[in-house]
């Protein structure tokens, strides 16, 4: 029997096992296009409101809370991702994902009512609880419908789904703010997500079994508060709270005692919410190693660069989420060519050496741009940003998903989007932090009207007669370029964490797994 530190992996699902209660080919395509269509509606909900960030924060607040719109989001995504995922292995992928398309609707809901920051805030949570659920429960259906080979196409098409709302999502942000108001980019979302709870309730099959399951309570809750803790952590430090200070040493005596807590639970609890002996499995810790840097670059980026675009190069809102079509073209086309290389090859550890290699060189390119910078430059850089992720979405989850046992196949796929989403909430916090200090030595002195960074606002810049005007772009020129270079830094990690992959070819029937009792996992022989 391998040890794990020979790197051994648990046996792969069996492709077998699944087929025989799969349902025929016309009815699986219309699964596929149901999770297809949830996926888009939960994505949409993460990135909808970048092009929106600046005209919401000068009607709700001050130009700092930008991160919080994102990171509220972020943070409720990556705490309901494992718990839904738990839920679904054991209760079964249809009951959860109605569950999460109506939680996902009411944070829209309350969202787009918002007349203050603090409820808009309280939306974005609620959303995200549904749309971190929605995300990984659609991606743990692929597994549970395909083999692993053909799965991996369909991964790598679901991927190019999420690249696709992603950068979407900006694009008709902006043309919503400019048309009827940032309030309905909440709403627009309702009538998808209707629509997809029908097709689901229809076509989805609800699982037969009804064993008893006895859900990992203190788990989940301590799980919740080590995350939550650690995205305030980064929010925070250094910012609004100095590091010495006594609310910043208690939150992290938080994250310690609740990581120390979490992982005493999990080695008892009968039933964990994210297995402690997944982590001896090595491509499960390489491929959300590289899932979390990823999610740092990744969210980093596409909740600035609207903000350049339109301070630095003042294109207006709807516009600049054109020019972020130049990322989903290059995200969409090579998570794509990622699925059908993995398919007709049965190998993936390559594309993400290749690919992160290519992010941290366009993240580099964006690091120098300037007021003078050509579009057609930065669009090219940003078309290289989406090259540089999109095999690594698709790669991430068939590694992890062919390297676990059946029976905790959806916690797995949720750690695949926990990590990334962790990344994205701490990168974004992070970013969020060395912009405002950014704003606060290269743009406040400038603007001495202005009594704190905060109050900098989009509509204030506009306002600033040519000379000035010209001062602050650069200012903001000179607070942003920062941002790239830590998302370069972030993308050659994940190169080297994606070294670390272990090559196990994909085949259309691998043997079925070892069994093991609830909460283990069954060693590989």
Known sequence: MSTPSDGADVAPI?????????????????VMITVALTLF????????????????????GGLSYITWVVTAYLLASTIGAPIAGKLGDMYGRKIVLQCAIGIFLVGGWVAGAAWNMPMLVLGRVIQGFGGGSLIVVSMAVVADLL??????????????????????????????????????????????????????????????????????????????LLLSSIVLVATLG??????????????????????????????????????LPLFRIRNFLAANGVNLLIGMAMFGTISFIPMFLQVVKGVPPAESGIYMIAMMAGLISLSFT?????????????????????????????????????????????????????????????????????????????????????????????????????????V??????????????????ASLEPALHAEVVQGFTLALQPLFVVGACAAGLACL?????????????????????????????
């Open 14 to 30: 069996s492709a077998a096992g699944e087929s025989a209660g799969a349902p025929d080919p016309a009815l699986r395509r219309v």
């Open 41 to 60: 509606l939960a994505s949409t909900g993460q990135s909808i409101v970048a092009t929106a960030l600046p005209e919401i924060v000068s009607d709700l």
């Open 147 to 224: 083999p692993p080979r053909e799965r991996a196409r369909a991964q790598g098409m679901l991927s190019g789904v999420f690249g696709v709302s992603t950068v979407l999502g900006p694009l008709v942000g902006g043309f919503l703010v400019q048309t009827v108001g940032w309030h309905w980019i909440f709403f627009v979302n309702i009538p998808f997500g209707i629509a997809a709870f029908a097709v689901l309730t229809r076509t989805l099959k609800s699982r037969d079994d009804h064993m008893k399951h006895k859900m990992d309570y203190l788990g989940a809750v301590l799980l919740m």
């Open 238 to 275: 250094g910012s609004t709270l100095a590091w010495s200070s006594t609310p910043m040493l208690a939150l992290l005596a938080v994250v310690v005692l609740s990581l120390a807590g979490f992982i005493f639970a999990e080695a008892r609890a009968a039933e964990p919410v994210l297995p």
């Open 338 to 442: 990622a699925g059908r290389v993995m398919t007709y090859t049965g190998r993936y550890k390559f594309l993400p050496n290749i690919s992160t290699v290519v992010l941290g060189a366009a993240l580099l390119a964006l690091s120098t741009v300037g007021p003078d910078t050509p579009l057609w430059q930065i669009t090219l850089n940003l078309f290289f940003v989406g090259v540089g992720i999109g095999p690594t979405m698709s790669v991430g989850v068939v590694a992890i998903q062919t390297s676990v046992p059946r029976e905790h196949l959806g916690v797995g796929t949720a750690s695949a989007n926990m990590f990334r989403l962790t990344g994205g909430s701490v990168g974004t916090s992070i970013f969020g932090a060395i912009f405002n200090h950014g704003l606060a030595t290269e």
């Open 444 to 461: 406040q002195p400038l603007l001495p009207q202005i009594e704190r960074a905060s109050d900098i606002t989009t509509t204030l810049v």
């Open 497 to 525: 964490a994606s070294l670390c992959l272990k090559e196990k070819p994909l085949e259309g029937a691998p043997s079925a797994p070892a069994r093991s009792g609830p909460g283990q996992v069954a060693p590989a022989e």
